[in-house]
């Protein structure tokens, strides 16, 4: 592994908001010192800033690296060669548009963890929780009405799972822990993607949800929640889910909960926007488009709910198909609420303490992992210059730059 010196930059340290003027040094995938005016040992390779700004890697906490189609339906039946070729390809477009982690939300499997930590696919590091625990009719249950057999084979490429009872929910957290899971996701209320469900529906009864969440803390692990409508997002908090996906409709009782437990919440305007666009032309199915109106006009309202109220918030874009490319502009939508800085945490530190990573991804510091953004404008000033990845020159992962600044 070469080690490099970043030399001369303008480092924005994300817990102050503030920028220093320093050098950095990466030795062996680590950030090993930073420093003005560094010199350069024996076999580094230097890259001179010249005063460009320096961001830690992003970190996007809900993504589905499998989903190449948004006709999910259909991933089951697919290859799981197929999909894991796709699933590289996307991840790699991840990466080039500054994403050095991602958390999945449902999909990625410990081959492709494995796969990226090995150099063999180029990508995020990734946080995965298997297969979405579901119930008959949730929102990982992707048979249409006239379906009457569930095909759950553990080959078979697809998001969720259904488990029905609270010894059912059990053995399904149970085996998606056996298989290395670092979180698990329950779908905890109705959803768009799904055929037959109701987006005000609650899923899960309050025992099945504290059951899932006893064998995450059995394991030293935790649960999101998909969840929608402010009953289903309180029920999932009530029973000791770490993180919201979503919360469009939430409450103001629900940001009482959000900081009593010291939950999260992860938004993901972005995928509104873009279904609302390019949905049908990626094969989202038409009742699924019926559905976007519901949760797209409150998403905005939420947000602000949840930031005036004091609630963690999380980077999360949940885009599917040929709409992973619109990543970055979850950025943008959500300066119509949040401050430049505040988008920033919740896309490096406050993701990475939702990830039980603190100090070791978003942030840099001595000892964190040398994952690094060069820009060549101030977030801070405009936070457009992380919505559009052009501005992002150089991404560097573990130590080595991975771009040059080439669009995704």
């Not at 005063?51 to 906490?61: C, F, N, R, T």
């Not at 010894?167 to 329950?186: F, Q, T």
Request: aromatic share 4%; glycine share 10%.
């Amino acid at each position: 592994m070469t080690d490099l010196l970043l030399r001369d930059g303008l480092v924005l340290d994300v817990r102050t908001g503030e920028y220093r003027e320093a050098s950095i040094r990466c030795a062996d995938g680590r950030i090993a010192e930073i420093a003005p005016r560094l010199s350069a040992p024996d076999q580094v390779r230097v890259l001179d800033l010249a005063g460009a700004v320096v961001l830690p890697g992003l970190i996007d906490a809900h993504v589905h690296v499998t989903a190449a189609t948004a006709a999910l339906n259909e991933l089951p039946a697919w290859s799981p060669s197929y999909v894991a070729a796709h699933a590289a390809r996307i991840m790699r477009s991840m990466l080039l548009r500054g994403f050095t982690t991602v958390r999945d939300a449902a999909g990625a499997d410990y081959g492709l963890a494995d796969a990226q930590a090995e150099g063999l696919i180029t990508g995020p590091r990734l946080a995965f929780c298997g297969k979405a625990l579901s119930q008959t009719g949730g929102h990982g249950d992707l048979r249409g009405r006239g379906t009457a057999q569930a095909d759950g084979h553990p080959c078979c490429a697809g998001l969720g799972r259904v488990a029905d009872g609270v010894d059912a929910v059990r053995v399904a957290a149970r085996d998606e822990l056996r298989k290395g899971a670092h979180h698990l996701k329950v779908m905890a209320s109705g959803g768009v993607a799904s055929p037959t469900d109701r987006i005000d529906s609650t899923q899960y009864s309050p025992a099945e949800l504290r059951a899932v969440v006893e064998e995450a803390e059995a394991a030293n692990r935790y649960v999101a929640a998909h969840a929608y409508t402010a009953r289903a997002v309180n029920r999932a908090l009530e029973a000791g889910v770490r993180s919201i996906e979503h919360g469009n409709l939430i409450d103001d009782r629900s940001v009482e909960l959000f900081r009593e437990r010291e939950a999260f919440l992860v938004p993901t305007l972005v995928t509104y926007w873009a279904l609302k666009q390019e949905g049908a032309a990626h094969g989202l199915p038409e009742p699924s488009q019926r559905k976007i109106d519901e949760v797209l006009n409150g998403g905005l309202r939420a947000l602000e709910r949840a930031a005036r109220g004091g609630v963690r918030l999380v980077y999360g874009s949940d885009l599917l198909g040929g709409m992973h490319r619109h990543q970055n502009h979850e950025f943008r939508l959500r300066r119509e609420v949040q401050q430049p800085i505040d988008i920033i945490r919740a896309a490096t530190t406050t993701a990475a303490d939702l990830l039980c990573l603190p100090g070791e991804i978003g942030t840099v510091d001595v000892g964190a992992h040398a994952d690094l953004l060069v820009l060549d404008r101030d977030p801070l000033a405009d936070i457009g210059a992380l919505a559009d990845p052009t501005h992002i020159t150089q991404v560097i992962q573990g130590g080595a730059i991975v771009s040059d600044g080439r669009p995704a």
